[in-house]
C-alpha cells in the first residue's frame, strides 16, 4: 500500500498519468491519440496522423480525406462532444485522489514546519527557568510536544493514504468509524500545534502551560490508534 502511494503521489504512475491526460485532452477521432488543446481555435490538426477535426463535434474539419483548411468556411458544428465513460470515470477518480493527496500533502508540510519548533526550545527553557524558576527537566514538555506533533502528523498522513485504498484494499474497515477517529486526532492535533506556537511568540503565564501539558495526553491516546 505505501509503496502504491508514493508512486501514485510522485507522479510515477502510469494509471494515474493517464487520468490526468484523459482530463484535459480528447482522443483524435482517426488515429485516437491524446490531443490537448492549447489555443482558442476550435479546428485542431492532429500531429500524428495529420487528421482535421473540430473540437466542439469532434466532427471532421474541411473537405479531403482527412479534412483541411478549407473548413472555416463550410464546416458545421452539430454539437459538443459528449466525454466517454472512461473520460468520465477518469474524472471522478482524479478528483477523489486529490482529496487524499491534498490532505495527505498538507500534514507533511506542517509537520515540516512545526519540527522548525525545536530550534526555538533554548529560548524557551529560559525563559520558563528565569520567569518562573522551572527545572530543567520540568521545560521537557515542549519538545514532548513537537515530538507527539510529528508522531501525529505522520500517522495523519498515513490514515489518509489507508483512506484511498481502504474501499478496495481494506473494505471491512466501518468507513465512518475510522473517519471519526481520524477527525478526533485532527482536531486534537491542530489545537496542539496552536498552542505550541502561541508559546513560542507570546508571553506564558502558569495557567497556559497547564493547559499545553494536559493537552499533550490527549493526542497521545489518539495518536496510538
Known amino acids: 500500500m505505501a ?6 503521489n510522485s507522479g510515477g504512475d502510469d494509471t494515474l498519468n493517464q487520468v490526468c491526460i484523459l482530463t484535459i485532452a480528447r482522443p483524435c477521432p482517426s488515429c485516437k491519440v491524446n490531443i490537448q488543446k492549447n489555443e482558442g481555435c476550435n479546428h485542431m490538426t492532429c500531429a500524428h496522423c495529420h487528421y482535421h477535426f473540430c473540437w466542439n463535434c469532434m466532427g471532421k474539419f ?3 480525406p482527412k479534412g483541411g483548411t478549407d473548413g472555416y468556411g463550410s464546416h458545421k458544428c452539430n454539437g459538443d462532444y459528449t466525454e466517454g465513460a472512461a473520460s468520465n470515470d477518469s474524472v471522478a477518480e482524479l478528483k477523489r485522489f486529490e482529496f487524499f493527496s491534498n490532505r495527505y500533502n498538507n500534514h507533511h508540510r506542517s509537520g515540516q514546519l512545526e519540527a522548525r519548533l525545536l530550534g526555538e526550545v533554548p529560548l524557551l527553557e529560559k525563559e520558563l527557568v528565569d520567569r518562573f524558576g522551572m527545572p530543567w527537566i520540568a521545560c521537557q514538555f515542549f519538545v514532548t510536544g513537537v515530538q507527539q506533533l510529528q508522531l501525529n502528523r505522520q500517522i495523519l498522513k498515513n490514515s489518509y493514504m489507508f483512506g484511498y ?9 466501518n468507513k465512518d468509524i475510522f473517519e471519526n477517529i481520524q477527525l ?4 486534537h ?6 498552542l505550541l ?3 513560542i511568540t507570546q508571553s506564558m503565564s502558569l ?19
Open 184 to 187: 478526533d486526532l485532527e482536531r
Open 197 to 199: 506556537g502561541y508559546a
Open 189 to 194: 492535533t491542530e489545537r496542539l500545534s496552536n
Open 207 to 225: 495557567s497556559y502551560l497547564a493547559i499545553v501539558v494536559y493537552s499533550l495526553r490527549i493526542p497521545h491516546s489518539c495518536a496510538c490508534w
Open 3 to 8: 509503496v502504491e502511494w508514493t508512486k501514485k
Open 165 to 173: 485504498f481502504r474501499s478496495t484494499m481494506a473494505p471491512y474497515v
Open 62 to 64: 474541411g473537405s479531403g
